[in-house]
């Protein structure tokens, strides 16, 4: 799983990395862009299979059908 932290004061969010790095990253934000507050903001979590092949397998399989049901009818 990979990790993003979104700063809860600005519009800054770091780059999908290691949970571990995720809060370094964030601690030198604050540290350089909001001295004296407080650490706040959400890390997100990205759940998905990143060598997923999303929906190209159904665009495949449904192209090839096309191209039976088209020489079928010759």
């Not at 397998?57 to 049901?69: M, N, Q, R, T």
Request: overall charge neutral.
């Amino acid at each position: 799983m990979a990790h993003r932290y979104r700063c809860g004061e600005c519009r800054f969010a770091t780059r999908w990395t290691t949970e571990s790095e995720v809060g370094d990253l964030a601690a030198a934000h604050y540290a350089e862009t909001h001295p004296g507050l407080a650490l706040g903001g959400i890390v997100e979590i990205n759940q998905k299979n990143p060598n997923s092949l999303g929906c190209l397998p159904i665009l495949g399989i449904a192209v090839l059908l096309l191209v039976i049901v088209a020489s079928c009818q010759r």
